[in-house]
């Protein structure tokens, strides 16, 4: 096979506001990129300059006021609900802040839990411990995630997000809600298995450090990431 560099995401002219009584916010104002295959990029800014807005709407879960998000060619939001819900857990993860852990199951099961509809519960599970092994948590598989430190929450959920071998992850704040000595530990677990499969990965992060990982970095500012802004003026003057 080739070394094509082949386009797995592509986000045209994105734009999503919010609306709270009279006032309206533009959060996103015209956002546009592509993402290669394999490629791991992530997307800088500020608190509150709409990071998590871009990504949920990139990811499948939030719908856009204008703009189109195509996946391999195809227009997310121009399927239907129960197709983007199939297409989601077929060929998405994601990682989050907040881990997002179930508390009443182990983390097996909070692994195996996507691939349930797919696979029989033993094939499941026994793909889960395959997971926690390979993110350092083969001692633990029996426990629950509230038993576990933050950063062996994240490590869970970073297994949860391979578990149906997405062919893209998206990360929000991945290790916001960690030191940074063990925000790096699970930011070298991340990379590391995205890496060795060549998932393509796109992270949203308010730290440079965490951004550097990545093989390309992008910058969201005043709802357009770059130099959009001035691009979008130079066109229209
Ligand atoms: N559901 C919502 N309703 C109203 N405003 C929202 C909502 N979600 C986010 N916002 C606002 O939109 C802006 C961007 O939010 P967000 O995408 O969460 O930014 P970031 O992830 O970069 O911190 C913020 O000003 C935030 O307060
Ligand atoms: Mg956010």
New binding site residues.
Partial sequence: MGEKEETILRAENIKRS???GKTT?D?LKGVSLSVDAGETLSIM????????????VLGGLDTPKDGVVRFNGHSVYGMSSQRRARFRAENVGYVFQSFHLLPELDIVENVALPAMAQRSRGDAKARAKELLVEVGLGERVGHRPQELSGGEQQRVAIARALMNDPDIIFC??PTGNLDSRTGEKVLNYLFQLVEARRHTLVL?T?SQDVASRCSRELF?KDGLLDNQGKMNEDIFR
């Fill in positions: 919010y609306t709270i916010l959060v800014g500020e608190s509150g300059s709409g990071k998590s807005t871009l990504l949920h929000d704040e949203v308010h969201l």
